[in-house]
């Protein structure tokens, strides 16, 4: 019976000890657990970091080296190339000072609208180097073929931007399409445009070399160029010779843009001062003209300025293979013929731009 009762009175302690046991048990499982949910949750969004840095950009429109894919230099410079990638998918920026501003996709606020042939890309390329211009390398063709897209889809194909900086891009058909001047309107009554004009002659003859380039068979630019070649009847109506109406066209963004939104630059002088037509676009922008004569040096074997130094790159830079052709050989007697059919659109024109170009 006395054994009985020590029994009886030590079996609580017992079940005390036991459950003690297993609250231990619990709780050490319980931190087990409560540690690998937190370093699996680590792991995760350390492999997020990483995969945001190295992945490329879903337009393809950006480097790594974000914003300034050339533009590195001057008092806008933002980041350097190291720290650019993760930057650029979150849309910040910062300077050496820690400062930072926030880039977004905007609508442009500048276009250079023409001519095909004038040297609208060489133009592009030499605003390129401005830090305060962030320019669309390709030609989007919104409001011309793609204006069913809408805007936000326009918008989206434009590079990111700062504060300050001036959103363009170029699309050389924008100035003789019909539809373009009221669309371009509605977008923005406040638009910058550019427009590259050149020797309508000679743009010409530049047309024609490069529409034989790609397809050799076509028939002769003498053949092209007349209705009538015996009775000397010039067929305005053929595209590398109706481009060069500028009067006509400029005619319509007139009809909606005052002259002071509309700048023109000399094809001729782009070529022989580079840096002094810049400058003036520069100007037109309302930017400094950081762009110089530094920049440029002749390159006599293509016969047009190349840059010395773009940012980013130790080597000189001229334009691709496809320009500067030799032009095809003309029949002298049809150029003056062509002369002589300009030369009233050109005076008409002279007197719209409030300009003399010189071409003879």
Request: aromatic content about 10%; hydrophobic content about 35%.
């Amino acid at each position: 019976m006395a054994a009985f009762c020590t029994r009886h009175h030590h079996l609580p302690n017992a079940d005390l000890r036991r459950l003690f046991h297993r609250l231990t048990i619990a709780s050490s499982l319980s931190i087990l657990c409560f540690s690998l949910v937190y370093l699996l949750a680590g792991c995760c969004q350390s492999g997020l970091v990483e995969n945001s840095d190295s992945k490329p950009n879903a337009l393809g429109f950006l480097t790594p080296g974000w914003p300034y894919e050339r533009n590195v230099t001057g008092a806008s410079k933002v980041a350097s190339v190291g720290d650019g990638a993760f930057a650029a998918q979150t849309g910040m920026e910062s300077n050496s000072s820690g400062k930072e501003w926030t880039a977004t996709r905007r609508l442009p606020q500048a276009l250079i609208i023409g001519v095909k042939k004038g040297g609208t890309r060489a133009l592009l390329e030499f605003l390129r180097l401005h830090p305060d211009i962030r320019a669309l390398g390709s030609e989007p063709h919104f409001f011309d073929r793609h204006y069913a897209r809408g805007l936000d889809w326009y918008r989206s194909m434009m590079p990111k931007a700062l504060n300050g900086q001036i959103v363009m891009e170029k699309t050389p058909r924008y100035f003789v399409t019909v539809e373009t001047p009221a669309r371009v309107h509605a977008m923005s009554q406040e638009v910058k445009l550019i427009v590259v004009v050149r020797d309508p002659v000679t743009r010409a003859i530049s047309d024609y070399t490069q529409i034989i380039s790609k397809t050799p068979d076509i028939p002769s630019f003498e053949s092209l160029a007349f209705k009538n070649r015996t009775t000397g009847l010039i067929d305005a109506q053929w595209s590398p010779l109706w481009i060069g109406l500028y009067a006509q066209h400029m005619e319509r963004w007139l009809a909606w843009f005052p002259r002071s939104q509309m700048h023109l630059v000399s094809g001729e002088s782009l070529i022989t001062d580079p840096a002094g037509e810049v400058g003036k676009v520069q100007d037109f922008l309302g930017l400094q003209r950081i762009v110089t004569d530094k920049h440029f040096y002749f390159n006599k074997t293509k016969g047009f300025p190349c840059l010395k130094k773009p940012e980013g790159s130790s080597k000189p830079h001229c334009l691709g293979k496809t320009k500067g052709r030799t032009h095809a050989s003309i029949d002298p007697e049809v150029m003056q013929k062509l002369r002589d059919f300009y030369k009233p659109h050109n005076q008409h024109f002279y007197q719209m731009a409030g300009q003399d170009f010189g071409w003879q």
